[in-house]
């Protein structure tokens, strides 16, 4: 004899009816590069909002993706290729293009920073300096 529970998990109708798997697989999903480049740039956006765990999650996106996508993109592969177009692996010159654009862009990013650092301190530096001079310039008094 089976027991109650036994003979509901058998039963194909009830587990058809639910479940992860209820309509058989699904379909992988895949991106046009027109659809690559925006979801980059409003993951882009949403970094700068502290938001981009939320973007991945709404959309359905991996942060891998996101990484190749930008390997794609900054190689230049997914400019001018049509939607439905087969993008393959990255050549070794155009790795090396991306990986120097990256390079490129992050150090552009510190050449600014230092640059903020270097106006401060130079503003830093007069004040001081006017500071010093002013204290200079004022007599002591004297005691009576």
Avoid: C, N
Avoid at 21 to 27: M, V
Avoid at 70 to 91: N, S, W
Avoid at 106 to 133: D, F, Y
């Amino acid at each position: 004899m089976s027991s109650p529970s036994l003979i509901a998990v058998r039963d194909d109708s009830y587990m058809s009816s639910s479940g992860p798997r209820a309509g058989g697989p699904t379909s992988r999903r895949s991106f046009s590069p027109a659809q690559k480049l925006a979801h980059l740039a409003a993951y882009d956006a949403a970094i700068k909002d502290h938001e981009g765990g939320a973007y991945l999650r709404t959309e359905g996106l991996y942060s891998s993706q996101i990484t190749e996508w930008r390997k794609l993109r900054d190689a230049g592969v997914l400019a001018g290729k049509k939607p439905g177009e087969k993008i393959g692996r990255l050549t070794p010159e155009q790795a090396e293009i991306a990986r120097l654009r990256r390079q490129l862009s992050k150090t552009e990013q510190r050449l600014e920073t230092t640059g903020v650092a270097l106006e401060i301190m130079s503003k830093m530096h007069e004040l001081l300096e006017s500071l010093s001079k002013s204290s200079r310039d004022e007599t002591p008094r004297a005691l009576p």
